[in-house]
């Protein structure tokens, strides 16, 4: 199975700060990497795939980078509705498998 | 729009089965794979497994091979997901979500409310 890294685990920042959450995959995935967050209790929302598409509708301070093995997802300017819960996908391979989790906290 | 409807929240003992359906509308229910992922309390998310709904073909995630099994009823555009022999770690919010790839596109979207499933003696 492919090993998604994730990091860091959490991390606080301030609403205008710009955030960056990178992911590690232990074999090249291409680009085939998607971000999601979460807000305790509902469902996951997509904001990036293929690792740096943005889906219409989805904000452009959220940007997605990276190939092969390293991605990173930045928030540029966060605002108080980004307080969540960021996890990155992987589905070059089955099984898909998610990230460990990114806690965006409020600092 | 895409939307996924998942039935109610379920507690089960621990040895016991328990189904969780995921009923789709607005789109073409056939063409779209449709994934589960869970989610222990406090814990993160959990890729489950995969079905086709048109044929049926489906890929588990090695650690529930043998104990999950996913159907789909095109008539009614709805999967369901049996987990048997379910153990007090089976306890999560249970998830099903369309893989959406046309176009370009390639991304879980909708997501099912989620059916919290309680395993407890």
């Known amino acids: 199975d492919i090993q998604m890294t994730q990091s860091p685990s959490s991390l606080s920042a301030s609403v205008g700060d710009t955030v960056s959450i990178t992911c590690r995959a232990n074999q090249g995935i291409r680009n085939d990497l998607g971000w999601y967050h979460q807000k305790p209790g509902k469902a996951p929302k997509r904001l990036i795939y293929?690792?740096?598409s943005l889906p219409s509708g989805v904000p452009s301070r959220f940007s997605g980078s990276g190939s092969g093995t390293e991605f990173t997802l930045t928030i540029s300017g966060l605002q108080p509705e980004d307080f969540a819960t960021y996890y990155c996908?992987?589905?070059?391979?089955?099984?898909?498998?998610f990230g460990q989790g990114t806690r965006v906290e409020i600092k | 729009q895409a939307q996924l409807v998942q039935s109610g929240a379920e507690v089960r003992e621990p040895g016991a089965s328990v189904t969780i359906s995921c009923k789709a509308s607005g789109y073409t229910f056939n063409s779209y794979f449709m994934h589960w992922v869970r989610q222990a309390p406090g814990q993160g998310l959990e890729w489950m497994g995969k079905i086709n709904p048109h044929g049926g073909s489906t890929r588990y995630a090695q650690k529930f091979q043998g104990r999950i099994n996913l159907i789909r009823d095109s008539s009614s555009s709805t999967v369901y997901m049996e987990i048997r022999s379910l153990r007090s770690d089976d306890t999560a919010l249970y998830f099903c979500?369309?893989?959406?790839?046309?176009?370009?596109?390639?991304?879980?979207?909708?997501w099912g409310q989620g059916t919290l499933v309680t395993v407890s003696s």
């Open positions: 996908l992987q589905y070059n391979t089955y099984p898909y498998t």
């Open positions: 293929d690792a740096s």
């Open positions: 979500a369309r893989f959406y790839n046309w176009r370009g596109a390639n991304w879980l979207d909708p």
